[in-house]
């Protein structure tokens, strides 16, 4: 699903006559979000990627802005009266995931151009399986005895 940020607005305008940003749509900020918020406990060090990509997933969701790192909240065309908006979210996006990050992996990928770009940089660096590892680790299972019983004959 892709969402087209025209279609997010409320006919009517705030104060400085701009349009009104309905409070379901991913380009709303609410008062209490700020750049420093940390959406997860334990910042990323490079150990159980997946642990912690699934946690910043579920924190942005909440937050209404998994539209940002899945690419489906696109970035408007410069002249669009979203466009402006749509950077502040998606600024304020990839500070939550900078924040959740050791400093040196942030300082790795700290001139990425937008959140989705960021959220690729990461998974093209951490969300790899490591396929020896994987098997040396299956092989030693199955060589794991218990006296003259091997593991599947000791637990059956």
Request: glycine content about 4%; aromatic content about 10%.
């Amino acid at each position: 699903m892709v969402i087209d940020q025209t279609e997010e607005l409320i006919p009517n305008t705030s104060k400085n006559d701009q349009p009104a940003i309905d409070i379901s749509s991913p380009l709303y900020i609410h008062p209490s979000d700020s750049p420093g918020v940390t959406l997860v406990l334990v910042s990323f060090d490079g150990i159980g990627y997946r642990s912690w990509k699934r946690s910043v997933l579920r924190a942005l969701s909440v937050k209404n802005k998994l539209w940002f790192v899945n690419g489906d909240c696109r970035k408007p065309p410069p002249n669009s009266p979203q466009f402006r908006q749509w950077e502040r979210c998606d600024d304020m996006v990839t500070s939550w995931i900078l924040n959740s990050l050791s400093k040196e992996i942030s300082d790795s990928v700290e001139y990425v151009s937008d959140s989705v770009e960021l959220w690729r940089k990461l998974e093209d660096r951490y969300d790899q399986t490591n396929g020896v590892k994987l098997y040396q680790i299956q092989k030693e299972i199955n060589d794991l005895v218990q006296g003259s019983l091997d593991i599947t004959a000791y637990y059956t």
